[in-house]
T-cell receptor, first 111, second 111 residues
């Protein structure tokens, strides 16, 4: 079984819809992250969490929210999706050394 | 100024050659450095981390860190076509509380 899983793997939705992307990990790491990647670009940090009670904004948090339901689960929500949120979304986990392990990604298309 | 800068490439090398990938960072307080490999449409995977000046070798990969000049490089010896991918440089600072990715260098290894 994969250490970091993401659901769904692909999602097509319409402008204005609320979307939730979920991430689960079995690595036992405290730290979890959400990134987005646009074609030909690097990874942009949306939110990160260093433990269940800790949530921090990244570079591009506007339009997104997160929930850390448990050590192993970190969800990303788009409250009202817009087309420029079309991207590949990655969840990652790490221990304190910040060696990050990524999930397989969710390809989101907002029409 | 970007925290982490990489030449987007593509860098083309023949099979069996040494591929040299470079990365510069802007903040001297950066403490830890990472190289990730990302195949098209896939998630990044950690290749190496390096924390102190000098070289660190792992199989065909060598990471080099020069804090005085604020650059980190990755050498791939005996390059194989399977090494063709985008290589992402990342840095962490402030006791790992800040983490930044470069936009990546695309490497093509020609048979």
């Amino acid at each position: 079984d994969a250490d970091v899983t993401q659901t769904p793997r692909n999602r097509i939705t319409k402008t204005g819809k609320r979307i939730m992307l979920e991430c689960s990990q079995t690595k036992g790491h405290d730290r979890m992250y959400w990134y987005r990647q646009d074609p030909g670009l690097g990874l942009q940090l949306i939110y990160y969490s260093f433990d269940v009670k800790d949530i921090n904004k990244g570079e591009i948090s506007d339009g997104y929210s997160v929930s850390r339901q448990a050590q192993a689960k970190f969800s990303l929500s788009l409250e009202s999706a817009i087309p420029n949120q079309t991207a590949l979304y990655f969840c990652a986990t790490s221990a304190r050394d910040n060696e990050q392990f990524f999930g397989p990604g969710t390809r989101l298309t907002v029409l | 100024q970007k925290e982490v800068e990489q030449n987007s490439g593509p860098l083309s090398v023949p099979e069996g050659a040494i591929a040299s990938l470079n990365c510069t960072y802007s903040d001297r307080v950066s403490q830890s450095f990472f190289w990730y490999r990302q195949y098209s449409g896939k998630s990044p995977e950690l290749i190496m981390s390096i924390y102190s000046n000098g070289d660190k070798e792992d199989g065909r990969f060598t990471a080099q860190l020069n804090k005085a000049s604020q650059y980190v490089s990755l050498l791939i010896r005996d390059s194989q076509p399977s090494d063709s991918a985008t290589y992402l440089c990342a840095v962490a600072k402030y006791n790992f509380n800040k983490f930044y990715f470069g936009s990546g260098t695309k490497l093509n290894v020609k048979p």
